[in-house]
């Protein structure tokens, strides 16, 4: 099958994982933001925070070690799993030994019980993450769909049961640890591999040559992307925390939307390109070309009606988290366009490089949430904005030296969107301050989101009317693909070319 064929039906399984786990989740946040109170949130961020350093430490970068080594051998795939596993056992103690200490440093005293109850999530974790690599390796999408899929609703299932009894937090934490056992159980079931009684010092120091690396990036990432909730929790207050996360809920929504389905495909992809730069570089313009005519109208229709999705999606008591929301759309539309960049530095053998930007890139967030703390909630967002802005262009400053191309020309991919999505916001707030007093909340988000969608499309088809076209013949692609004759003279690369 041609590499075009593979690209096209592994994007069309992880978008449908993507957009059905996602389309879940979302639903099933607006049920418990509901329900719950912003306390119960701020508790489950800050909890959350501390799980996604557990899981790091638990996958070791094994995960990507896996999928782009060329050789792989059983005693790969067998040290890898009993190393996580061993780590996750040794995770799981250290949490509950942990959990009162942690509880007392934020003054939270439901913190402790939490923490203990999640202490088994780093272990589940272990549990999955070299059967993960070997179906992403392979480009397995559908079973991994399935998995996601059966996790998810069944996590919101549980979430949502235990909010309507009254539960409270523990609502949150039903939902995650529902979701990741049947997601665990699922995996297993479609994955034919299992673990031999082996473990080689040998191959699990060849992974972690690799994976130290991303290990460690990782960890950097978690914490220099997460510090925002631990000052905030730590300063202000779980309440806070809560708003703040919401506020970030809202984004990561569209953002997952956007790049997740794409996420996950993009390191074994171009780890299979590596060694052909010109093919790397279609593959750079063409998801650049393809992220920024999605990227900036969601984003910009989402700054424009938080008002509305807030007030009619999530109610009114959650209002503390607009301004953050909106300060925070910069920030995530520079992310969302740039959210494959650290994959293609691992694909292309340079985890170093990544780690070193990832360094920087917590240092800055560090320094600067302890300045913005001071102003609240908005006060964060704004800094973080800021500091994301600039590593845009960091990080792409460094691809550029990688893979050798113009500049200008990327940058330039983003004006024509930029311009229609400016419109486009215009028209929406326009509309919104002109209708919201006359008419309810859900058809004011309705026409508001019809009529900003109409003008986006209009003003594209006057100044980019190729870029539209070029998106018509994508989807047109997403058929089942179907093997090129060899005298076809489009390139069999799975990548447009970047004319």
């Not at 041609?2 to 059905?20: N, Q, Y």
């Not at 299932?157 to 049947?182: F, H, I, N, P």
């Not at 890139?361 to 994301?388: D, E, F, P, R």
């Not at 998106?471 to 004319?499: C, T, V, Y």
Request: glycine share 8%; with cysteine.
């Amino acid at each position: 099958m041609s590499m075009k064929a593979v690209a096209t039906r592994s994007a069309l399984w992880s978008a449908a994982e993507t957009w059905g786990v996602r389309g879940v989740s979302a639903l099933v946040f607006l049920l418990l933001a509901r329900l719950l109170d912003a306390n119960a949130f701020g508790v489950m961020a800050l909890a959350g925070v501390y799980l996604m350093i557990l899981q790091m430490l638990a996958d070791q970068g094994f995960a990507e070690a896996l999928i782009q080594r060329t050789a792989l051998e059983d005693a790969h795939r067998d040290s890898a799993f009993w190393a996580n596993v061993a780590i996750g056992l040794a995770l799981l103690l250290a949490t509950l030994a942990l959990a009162g200490p942690l509880a007392r440093l934020y003054s939270a005293p439901l913190l402790q019980p939490v923490l203990q109850v999640l202490s088994v999530a780093p272990l589940l974790a272990a549990l999955t993450v070299v059967q993960q690599a070997l179906l992403r390796r392979e480009l397995r999408f559908k079973a991994l769909t399935l998995r996601q899929t059966i996790g998810s609703l069944a996590g919101g299932a549980a979430g949502v049961g235990l909010a309507l009894s009254g539960a409270g937090v523990w609502a949150l934490v039903g939902q995650q640890l529902a979701g990741q056992l049947v997601a665990l159980v699922v995996l297993w079931s479609v994955s034919a591999w299992r673990p031999g009684w082996h473990f080689s010092w040998r191959h699990f120091r060849e992974l972690f040559s690799f994976g130290a690396n991303v290990l460690g990036a990782g960890l950097l990432r978690v914490i220099g992307f997460q510090a925002d909730r631990l000052l905030i929790g730590y300063v202000l207050g779980t309440t806070e925390v809560g708003y703040y996360s919401v506020a970030q809920r809202l984004l990561m929504i569209v953002s997952d939307l956007l790049s997740g389905s794409a996420e996950r495909i993009l390191l074994p992809l171009f780890a299979r390109l590596q060694h052909d730069r010109e093919r790397v570089r279609r593959g750079l313009f063409t998801d650049g070309r393809i992220l920024t005519l999605a990227a900036f109208p969601c984003f910009a229709g989402l700054a424009a009606t938080a008002p509305l999705i807030i007030d009619v999606g999530l109610g009114p008591q959650w209002r503390p988290a607009l301004l953050a929301t909106q300060l925070l759309v910069p920030m995530s539309l520079c992310f969302s366009l740039s959210f494959f960049f650290a994959p293609l530095l691992t694909a292309l053998g340079r985890p170093s490089w990544r780690l070193a930007v990832v360094a920087l890139h917590a240092t800055l967030n560090v320094a600067v949430i302890w300045a913005g703390v001071a102003y609240g909630i908005a006060g964060v967002a704004l800094a973080l904005t800021l500091v994301q802005v600039v590593m845009y262009f960091v990080e792409l400053g460094l691809l550029r030296r990688l893979v050798e191309f113009d500049l200008l020309a990327y940058l330039r991919l983003a004006l024509a969107p930029l311009v229609a999505a400016a419109a486009m916001a215009a028209l929406v707030v326009a509309l919104q301050l002109r209708l919201w007093p006359w008419l309810a909340g859900w058809t004011v988000l309705a026409i508001t989101v019809t009529a900003g969608a109409a003008v986006y499309v209009a003003v594209m088809a006057l100044i980019a009317r190729d870029r539209l076209r070029e998106i018509i013949d994508l989807a047109r692609g997403l058929r089942p693909p179907r093997e090129k004759a060899a005298s076809d003279s489009e390139p069999n690369d799975g990548f447009a070319s970047d004319r």
